[in-house]
């Protein structure tokens, strides 16, 4: 797959279908779209390309609001390539872009990738004062010549796949749930970095994750995981069970947020690499305890626990 930080500049030589959204996620709604959308352009003998805002509209348009990510860029790219889309476009949302008339972002994009067909969700609108909505692309498409195409929203267990509501699962710690919407589990990628060591002195050592800042994290807890130790998934090797703590670390400091994982038994140096959660289950809230023994005695029902849910024999 192709990847354009902008607009193509020269233009695509190959008329294409064209799906036009943020897909925060890349979840089984967008997967469902861009899935159809491919699916229809290479029937027809087109490209089969999707256009993604970076940074996300809201983050500009809504400075007051706290706004996190389900995915970060690289992670979204990756998810476009494994549905063998042929290109992508990260297009630099700016101040300018939000007051650009609809029509006129449509020329700008069409003239780059000879867009015949655009696909967006049924309640998509871009545009000042997200004038362009299906109704009117459709209508812009008419004189410009290409089709409009959306697709019915996807349901799972009666309800709509939707980026709202997997951040809503995850800020409650249902990772299952939100897992199920994204049709993959939730992951979390970071550098290790030193920690306090606390872990290493009582005898669990853990790889302390520097997470991008905006990265959305589950609620506060204790977590089974997958651990992988590269980012990239073409070059990953078998994933480590780990148990993975989220939160402030309420027996020792209140300090920051943290992402701390304990590989169960791998014994090497992670310093400076490359780490990828995979969140599986939540095991228990984040806790207090009244000593160290306590903490040990808990640690290592975390560690049953993990090894019972992801090593269990099948």
């Known amino acids: 797959m192709r990847t354009f930080h902008n607009l193509p500049n020269p233009p695509l030589a ?33 490209q089969a390309g999707v256009l993604t805002f970076d940074p996300h509209p809201a983050a500009l348009l809504r400075p007051d609001r706290v706004h996190s990510y389900l995915t970060t860029m690289p992670e979204r790219l990756e998810v476009f390539a494994e549905l063998a889309l042929d290109f992508a476009v990260v297009y630099p949302f700016s101040l300018e872009t939000a007051h650009m008339p609809a029509a006129a972002f449509i020329a700008q994009v069409q003239q780059a990738v000879q867009m015949a067909a655009l696909w967006v969700g049924p309640d998509f609108a871009l545009g000042r004062n997200r004038e362009g909505d299906v109704a009117t692309l459709r209508a812009i498409g008419q004189d410009r010549g290409y089709q409009v195409h959306t697709i019915e929203p996807q349901l799972l267990e009666g309800e709509e796949v939707r980026s709202g509501r997997i951040r809503s699962y995850l800020l409650e710690g249902d990772v299952q749930a939100a897992g199920r919407q994204l049709g993959r589990p ?23 994750l520097a997470v991008p800042e905006g990265r959305l994290l589950p609620a506060n807890g204790v977590y089974a995981t997958w651990a992988y130790l590269d980012d990239a998934p073409t070059r990953r090797g078998q ?17 920051q947020r943290t992402v701390e994982a304990y590989l169960l038994d791998f014994d090497g140096n992670l310093y400076d690499q490359q780490v990828t959660l995979q969140f599986v289950a939540r095991l228990r809230p984040e806790e207090r305890f009244s000593d160290i023994t306590a903490l040990i005695a808990q640690i290592r029902r975390d560690e049953e626990a993990t090894r019972r849910l992801l090593l269990r024999e099948t």
């Open 14 to 46: 190959t008329p294409c279908n064209l799906a036009i959204g943020n897909f925060d996620g890349v979840h089984r709604g967008h997967q469902a779209l861009l899935t159809a959308m491919r699916e229809d352009a290479h029937r027809h003998g087109r």
């Open 239 to 255: 994933p480590l069970a780990s148990a993975t703590n989220v939160g402030v670390r309420p027996s020792f400091d209140n300090g």
């Open 186 to 208: 939730y992951q979390v990628s970071g550098q290790v970095t030193m920690g306090a060591q606390r872990g290493r002195l009582l005898g669990f050592p853990t790889a302390n």
